[in-house]
């Protein structure tokens, strides 16, 4: 990989384009529906204007931030994002090491490639594990145990993931798990012959951790039929304190965007929330997650941590969600466009711009230290701007 080409999360993602088969990168690059909602997520930091301040001494500046009790190189982890694998070959396995040398947290999700026996193997500090609740509660309790057994050290409930939002493009492109070889993907694919070569030596096409301990999912999966049929619609806030029973440790849950489930999640004991409506994947026509933030901070915020995602694909993305409040900025579809560009050193590189553009945009607001963000002081209100 030429990191010299790549300077910003948009070349990664323009690079990603050109490289894996398009049923794949579509499956990244989509929303639902009208894909409103998706747009919104990066319309909305735009809308948002930093306070330029000048004369102040920032020659030493740090980005260093506490995530979940952890010390952090920046207030960044990745969001959990299935099919990373597809990306690059074990590719989970080479996001979370990326994330463990660079110092910053990485959330496997249920529908990676590689499975969390996997990712364990391949890094050597812990991970957060990302659970989706399926009706068979002995998986779901399998899965549990072995996220506890890997020592991931956070489990991520989704809560916005009872139905699909329909994503047109999958079903335009037939997407499914392994790839169905009709003529056009047969056609895409060995079009994209540096991806082929990659994924035939890795021989890893499936759900690593479903195929093989979920019964009847070992044959060809379409992703919508595997998720209504096998994904719990009934998941309410009793199986918080069920979940919670089994897993026994640190808990985040994720796709909160009304400050009362915050307040609930708050209740339920949760440690933190991610304000999240899954990268405009879901609920199209829900607000941008960004919009939602300052609500929730309001009705939890210091009383236990408040992470977010959608839209952000800068350093100063991070910044400006930082300054409204959150304790945290993560990322999704950033890291699977770095993945695609070269493996481990393509999210490390993602990760290094989103740095920089963070570490000199406080220069440029004043601040030398990320954790004297508090409050919207280094942004101009909307009259101002
Ligand atoms: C996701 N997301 C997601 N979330 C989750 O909890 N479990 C999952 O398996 C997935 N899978 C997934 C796949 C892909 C391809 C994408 C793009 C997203 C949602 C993800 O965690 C996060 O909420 C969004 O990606 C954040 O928005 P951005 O950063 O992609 O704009």
Same mark, same amino acid.
């Given at each position: 990989?030429?990191?010299? @080409?790549?300077?910003?999360?948009?070349?990664?993602?323009?690079?990603?384009?050109?490289?894996?088969?398009?049923?794949?990168?579509?499956?990244?690059? =989509?929303?639902? $529906?009208?894909?409103? =909602? #998706?747009?919104?997520?990066?319309?909305?930091?735009?809308?948002?204007?930093?306070?330029?301040?000048?004369?102040?001494?920032?020659?030493?500046?740090?980005?260093?931030?506490?995530?979940?009790?952890?010390?952090?190189?920046?207030?960044?982890?990745?969001?959990? +994002?299935?099919?990373?694998?597809?990306?690059?070959?074990?590719?989970?396995?080479?996001?979370?090491?990326?994330?463990?040398?660079?110092?910053?947290?990485?959330?496997?999700? =249920?529908?990676?490639?590689?499975?969390?026996?996997? !990712?364990?193997?391949?890094? =050597?500090? %812990?991970?957060?594990? /990302?659970? #989706?609740?399926?009706?068979? &509660? *002995?998986?779901?309790?399998?899965?549990?145990?072995?996220? &506890?057994?890997?020592?991931?050290?956070?489990?991520?409930?989704? @809560?916005?993931? /009872?139905?699909?939002?329909?994503?047109?493009?999958?079903?335009?492109?037939?997407?499914?798990?392994?790839?169905?070889?009709?003529? /056009?993907?047969?056609?895409?694919?060995?079009?994209?012959?540096? $991806? +082929?070569?990659?994924?035939?030596?890795?021989?890893? $096409?499936?759900?690593?951790?479903?195929?093989?301990?979920?019964?009847?999912?070992?044959?060809?999966?379409?992703?919508?039929?595997?998720?209504?049929?096998?994904?719990?619609? @009934?998941?309410?806030?009793?199986?918080?304190?069920?979940?919670?029973?089994?897993?026994?440790?640190?808990?985040?849950?994720?796709?909160?965007?009304? %400050?009362?489930?915050?307040?609930? @999640?708050?209740?339920?004991?949760?440690?933190?929330?991610?304000?999240?409506?899954?990268?405009?994947?879901?609920?199209?026509?829900?607000?941008?997650?960004?919009?939602?933030?300052?609500?929730? !901070?309001?009705?939890?915020?210091?009383?236990?941590?408040? #992470?977010?995602?959608?839209?952000?694909?800068?350093? /100063?993305?991070?910044?400006?969600?930082?300054?409204?409040?959150?304790?945290?900025?993560?990322? *999704?579809?950033?890291?699977? #466009?770095?993945?695609?560009?070269?493996?481990?050193?393509?999210?490390?590189?993602?990760?290094?711009?989103?740095?920089?553009?963070?570490?000199?945009?406080?220069?440029?607001? *004043?601040?030398?230290?990320?954790?004297?963000?508090?409050?919207?002081?280094?942004?101009?209100?909307?009259?101002?701007?």
């Amino acid at each position: 990989m030429r990191r010299a @080409a790549i300077l910003c999360v948009e070349d990664a993602k323009q690079m990603a384009r050109r490289r894996v088969p398009k049923a794949f990168y579509d499956y990244v690059d =989509t929303g639902s $529906w009208t894909e409103s =909602t #998706y747009r919104s997520n990066e319309e909305e930091f735009n809308k948002i204007k930093f306070r330029q301040r000048v004369l102040i001494d920032v020659s030493t500046r740090s980005t260093k931030a506490r995530v979940l009790g952890e010390e952090c190189a920046m207030p960044v982890a990745l969001s959990p +994002c299935g099919f990373g694998g597809m990306m690059w070959p074990n590719g989970e396995t080479h996001a979370a090491r990326a994330c463990e040398k660079f110092g910053i947290p990485f959330a496997l999700s =249920t529908m990676s490639i590689n499975s969390i026996e996997d !990712v364990a193997a391949g890094t =050597t500090k %812990p991970f957060w594990f /990302q659970l #989706y609740v399926m009706r068979d &509660k *002995g998986f779901v309790k399998n899965l549990i145990s072995r996220a &506890k057994a890997a020592k991931c050290s956070a489990l991520i409930l989704t @809560a916005d993931l /009872q139905v699909l939002g329909q994503r047109h493009k999958d079903i335009r492109n037939g997407l499914t798990l392994p790839l169905r070889l009709e003529l /056009q993907s047969v056609l895409d694919v060995v079009s994209k012959p540096a $991806w +082929c070569i990659r994924q035939l030596s890795s021989k890893r $096409w499936n759900f690593g951790n479903i195929v093989g301990h979920y019964p009847g999912a070992d044959s060809v999966l379409s992703l919508s039929h595997f998720t209504s049929s096998q994904f719990d619609t @009934a998941l309410s806030w009793k199986d918080v304190e069920w979940i919670k029973s089994h897993w026994g440790g640190k808990l985040i849950i994720k796709g909160i965007m009304d %400050p009362q489930d915050a307040k609930l @999640a708050y209740l339920h004991g949760a440690d933190a929330i991610v304000v999240s409506n899954h990268g405009g994947r879901q609920l199209d026509g829900a607000p941008p997650s960004l919009a939602a933030l300052t609500k929730c !901070v309001e009705e939890v915020g210091g009383k236990m941590e408040v #992470y977010l995602d959608g839209g952000v694909r800068s350093g /100063q993305d991070v910044l400006k969600a930082k300054a409204l409040g959150a304790n945290c900025a993560m990322i *999704g579809r950033p890291w699977l #466009y770095g993945l695609a560009c070269g493996g481990e050193e393509g999210v490390t590189n993602i990760l290094e711009i989103v740095r920089k553009e963070l570490d000199i945009t406080l220069g440029f607001c *004043g601040i030398t230290d990320i954790n004297d963000v508090k409050g919207r002081g280094i942004l101009l209100s909307s009259e101002e701007s």
